[in-house]
């Protein structure tokens, strides 16, 4: 007699395998599009609509009524694949788009106050291995819903229960939060839509697939996103990994960028034109203190030439576009003293890390800040970098380890042996990324250093002024010194920034 569950797996396989091929062959289609004289504008909205048509399709699919298939998804998910959409579901806005960025802004360990991005890989890696050795196989094999069901077995009563319920409520909205951003950005990035537009089609898309099958339909649905998110990432990272070092396999060659990026950063330091950026923001520093010392004259002061300037376009006759930027010039300034002082002092602040050497960014392949063998300042810095470092790797590990959109993945395997496994799974899909996001923060800087740094200011990449556009926090360019060539310490990059960019 057939093994049912056998049955079950290998049209599973079947399933994804045809999905995997079709997704390749749409990839393809639109590369040849693309070469064919298809326009961006429409292969963006294409990719957007295909995807969440593809999650909505799955999402209606996998419609139940049956409480256990709703909530724990029939509790018949095979471990490998509950392990790729643990990952999806782990891979989201903080891990997917912001992780290569910290590793490109705090360098491998950062600084004594920022820990750099290696603390987040560690952490989140470990906090899976916590999940295996002591939490998953427990939650398994009490065969319950929820992590606010557990609490209340485990401890009883129904103070516990609503304190878990309360606590996943507030962890989840502070999570939910940061894939909405992500949503917006990647949304109006694609269509050219307005941001709060993208992420009410992201939200509509979330909806259409979990709606009307819960656990089983997000299980499904998690699975195509993780071969979208793996292709999304793998593809940039390997082709620039292919174009600076001659091969696609970006993990294992992109460590002979290290010494070019540690030469690259000397001669930015010592760089005259790189000087001058920082001796330019020093005087922005400068200046901001001066109307912190005396917020009421400085913004009084600032108010009338902006006045005087808006009468002076008008009697000159310009563009009405000039008039109406220098009204908003104007309606952003601070209403009173106190957000003034705080405003300028924020740039103050600013001001004095962008004087620093390479912008204030720490050398990314040192050690810890500061210095073991150094003055005594050196080495207490050194000695607070790797206490902050451990730290921030500790905490992540504990808060991976109690995340409830996590744990309740462990309730859809079909024993305890398969959530073990399951979340040997998951950490082998993950480890897939993220070996690949340092490699990506390597190849980016150096691809910023050595071909970005040193152009023009006219000829400067469309994308900066495409994601500029999207979210000015993203990316912001300025000419500080006036020599109308692009210098390391005039870039100004978001987290997000690195990810998004790369393709």
Known sequence: MADP???YEQRLHRQVGLFCVGF????????????AGLSRGWIGPIFLFLSVMVYAVIGIYARTTDPEDFYVAGRRIPPMYNGMATAADWMSAASFISLAGALYLQGFSGTAMHPGGLAYVL??????CLVALLIAPRLRAMRLYTVPDFYAVRFGGRGPRLLAALGAVACSFMYVVAQIYGIGLIASRLTGVQFEIGILLGLGGVLLCSFLGGMRAITWTQVVQYVVLLLAFLIPVSWLAY???????????YGAQLPKIERLEQALIDSPAEREVRAAYLERAREYAER????????????????ERIRMLKAQGVDFSLVIAARRELAALPRDEASARELWTRAMNESLEHAKPLGGLPRHGQAFAGNPDGTPAERAEYQQSRLSFMALMFCLMVGTASLPHLLTRFYTTPSVADTRRSVAWSLFFIALLYLSTPALAVLVKYEIMQGLVGSSFDQLPHWIAQ????DPGLISVQDINGDRILQFGEIRLGADMIMLATP
């Open 5 to 7: 569950a056998r049955g």
């Open 24 to 35: 390749v062959a749409f990839l393809l289609l639109m590369a040849w599009a693309e070469r």
């Open 123 to 128: 952490g989140w890696t470990g906090g899976f």
């Open 243 to 253: 174009k600076q070092l001659g091969t696609p396999l970006a993990p294992l060659a």
């Open 292 to 307: 912190v010392d005396d917020p009421a004259a400085a913004l009084a002061a600032e108010r009338g030439k902006l006045e």
């Open 467 to 470: 994601w500029a556009r999207v």
